[in-house]
């Protein structure tokens, strides 16, 4: 069963927001960092709830599509030998909105709270792509990986795909790639198991084409 992290086994070695000004750190203005993952939705996500009395969101400024660059640390496993193998680094992430501003106290008019909804490089991606193209007698875990690393990938984090069992002739008529994939997984049966069950995912550790049958008997990373 995977272990109960403390809030003393967690370090945020990096907090850090990119703007057209510069950078800035974020880290002595957090209050809540999370990451949301879910095999349902196609995009990493986070949030980040800061408390500032410099009004850093008109300074920076933030208008929206801001790099925050993320590094935590899991200082309570391991033996200390390998490093990398208990961190999480999230994909690059963008602000997509700033919400829930108020202040933090009546009787401190200079300090607010407010919260960045970030999405992940891929979510941008995707947002600003179109795919129209045809495929001929390809599997469709080829034609997601192709259409992954043509229009998605984020030179951090790669796929990882399951095969799929039988060849396709599909046109792909201009859709965005979240939309092609999504499309593309209702087609999909697993190479060594019965269903139409596969999904497209994104975690910390990169992006995932699978089904739910490879899912269930998959072991957990921590």
Do not use: C
Not at 169 to 196: C, Q
């Amino acid at each position: 069963m995977p272990k109960q992290n403390n809030a003393t086994d967690v370090t945020i070695k990096k907090l850090e927001i990119r703007g057209a000004t510069g950078s800035y750190d974020l880290n002595p203005h957090m209050q809540e960092l999370s990451i949301f993952e879910d095999i349902f939705r196609p995009a990493l996500t986070a949030i980040i709830v800061l408390v500032d009395s410099h009004n850093v969101p008109y300074k920076l400024p933030i208008v929206g599509e801001e790099t925050v660059d993320i590094d935590i640390s899991l200082t309570g496993f391991g033996d200390g030998k390998d490093s990398e193998a208990f961190s999480i680094k999230p994909p690059p992430m963008h602000v997509n909105s700033l919400s829930a501003r108020g202040l933090l106290d009546p009787h401190q008019p200079k300090a607010h709270r407010f919260t960045l909804d970030l999405v992940s490089e891929t979510y941008m991606s995707s947002l600003h792509s179109k795919v129209s193209r045809s495929f001929n007698n390809d599997k469709i875990s080829d034609i997601v990986a192709d259409i992954y690393y043509n229009y998605l990938y984020d030179d951090k984090h790669g796929l990882t795909s399951e095969p799929t069992e039988r060849t396709e002739r599909v046109v792909i008529p201009n859709l965005s790639p979240f939309d092609a994939i999504a499309w593309l997984a209702k087609r999909a049966i697993p190479s060594e198991s019965s269903g139409v069950n596969y999904v497209y995912y994104e975690t910390v550790r990169g992006s995932f084409f699978i089904s739910l049958n490879s899912l269930v008997v998959k072991p957990s990373i921590f």
